[in-house]
């Protein structure tokens, strides 16, 4: 016999979903740094359980603050990068 099983989106977690979506905004995971949309939260959530703990660490914020936060990580990984290049460009000079 062949058993098919199917999970449906907690109630929790749908909620969460559709108060993301009638804000405006996206679900962010703090603990992995992972954003996600309404829609792909739903999706994703619908094959695999989320659990409550994982509910309750969500946050509901705006994609922009995302973005922000990528283009200072590049901004500082940037000015490392041509510190450290000087750096060796000055050692071979000598």
């Known amino acids: 016999m062949l058993k098919i099983l199917v999970f449906m989106l907690s109630q929790d977690a ?46 509901i914020r705006h994609p922009n603050e995302g973005i922000q936060a990528g283009f200072l990580q590049l901004n500082k990984l940037h000015t490392k990068l041509q510190v450290f290049t000087k750096r060796v460009v000055d050692y071979y000079r000598k």
């Open 14 to 59: 749908r909620k969460l979903a559709d108060e993301a979506k009638s804000k405006g905004m996206w679900l962010y995971d703090p603990s992995y740094r992972w954003w996600y949309s309404p829609e792909d939260f739903k999706h994703i959530f619908q094959y695999a359980n989320a659990s409550e703990e994982f509910l309750k660490g969500l946050q």
